[in-house]
């Protein structure tokens, strides 16, 4: 959503606000297209789909990722409204990170997208051994 | 989906293979996710969802993109089999984009995606505003 040029004095409403439009590359859409993207945003958030995690068994479940990494990812994802971190009053603290209502409608979504790339695995690794054999022929 | 041990004389079938899982970072299908998953991915196959495109019409539509990311980004889906390429015998010759089956269906998903994010970019927003208050009170 991009506000549309209006005067000072106007009052915002709904009128005056563009359509958002995640194909225009300074809309606010592409900003939070850019958090979720990327493969440790899909898969942190398929992972906390599943329920509430702590950092350390997140990182565990998304496999291969980086402390750092992960920790960037999880705060853009908790700026955004997707994802909520806790701190309980223990001892010590114990930090537990969830989806918000809106990070569980993002969430379901992909974990849909992450089941049909499973899912068609063989379709995948069947197009890419014809990709390269015909590569090799274009090459003699 | 990784082919388990299985003896060299085995003749491999589909109870000699684990299920694909995404969140193995060694999985094939987390090398395929790779390739959907960024944002020029993503914007791409939900482009060519609208239709099929030439490659600077289908630049233009995902406003940003460098020809060269563009380029690579086509050439991974092409190779993953979510795209297809098609030279059409012109002078000049064309250059046409689609979808494959399986990227289409890839594509419906991340259509969905998009168009979620798109409806709730005042949801983010608010929770930006509300996250960088609560962390500049942190401070003080």
Known sequence: MTASPVSPDAEPDA???????????NCDSRRVLENIAGKWGILALAALHEGAYRFNALRRRV????????????????????????VQATIPPHVEYSLTPFGARVAAQLVDLLELVESEVGTVLAARA????????RKR
Chains 1, 2 share one sequence.
């Open 130 to 137: 014809e990709y390269d054999r015909s590569a090799a022929d």
């Open 63 to 86: 496999d291969g990722v980086s402390e750092k990494m992960l920790s960037q990812t999880l705060q853009a994802l908790e700026r955004d409204g997707l994802v909520r971190r806790d």
């Open 15 to 25: 009128d005056d606000r563009l359509v958002a439009d995640v194909f225009a590359r």
